[in-house]
Each structure stands twice: as C-alpha cells, then as structure tokens.
C-alpha cells in the first residue's frame, strides 16, 4: 500500500472528506489522528437524541461507503492509510449513547483505537475478506460497536 499523500486531497471534495478533512494526511499514525479529528464534530453531536445520533450514524456510514470507495478507486489504492472516514463513523458509533464528559471522551477514543488497530476476529477476517468502500467502512463499524459495546459496560460500572 502506498502512504504517500495525494494532492487531491486539498482539491477534491470527496478525497478531503475521506481523508478526514485532512487528518489523513499525518505523516505518523493517520488512523489515530482521523479519530482525534472525529471528536470535535462528537462534539457538536453529543447532545442529539438518540435516535437522530443514530440516523446521523446510518447516514453518514453510508455517505463513507462511496467517500471510501471512490477515493481508494481514484487512488488507485485499496484502503489508503490516510482515508480516515472510516475512523470518524467508527468513533462515532463507540461514542452512541455515551454520558457527555472528557472521561468518556477518551475512554472511547482508547477503545476504538483498541480494535481498530489489534483488529480481533471478526474484524481482521473482514479487513481481509471485504473489498470496496463497503470493507473499508465495514472493518471500523464493527470495531465501532465492540468499542461502543464496552464503553456501555465502563458506564455501567464505573
């Protein structure tokens, strides 16, 4: 996989949105500064009900699925490093239904990075095995959710 960091980034639309308006571009760990860049749009999301949280969710999954696909398409490259929307959403998705406050903040910050990164199965079956902007988005939802999963279990017992 190439890391270098198309051009088009700063000139497409749809490659600046996929590249996390540009936190992708980080020379150093992109995953991680695309899920640090998610937050304050969290931010501005933490006080929405839960069911338009959850629509902002499906939505912008699916947005993510063309962002992703046509970004890697154009790049020629499956899953670029620096295409981050897919952090974004996964983020996101941790962060559903969570108390407001910077504990949780990085609390799901640390566990999404967890599956992110460490990707246990299924996660790592489906990176592997689902191309396309759907694999893209598909791999970091699912991290999303088992991150989500033990954010609720933190709240609960904390």
Known sequence: MSNKIPSSIWRNPIHFLAFGLG???APKAPGTFGTLAAIPLYLLMQDLSNTVYFA???ITSIVGIYLCGKT??????????GIVWDEFVGYWITMWMAPTGWEYIIVGFVLFRFFDVLKPWPISFIDKRVHGGF????????????AFALLQLYVVLA
């Open 23 to 25: 936190s992708g571009a």
């Open 56 to 58: 902002v969710l499906v």
């Open 72 to 81: 890697s398409k154009d790049l020629g490259v499956h899953d670029h490093s």
């Open 135 to 146: 694999g893209i988005m598909l791999d970091d939802i699912i991290a999303g959710i088992f």
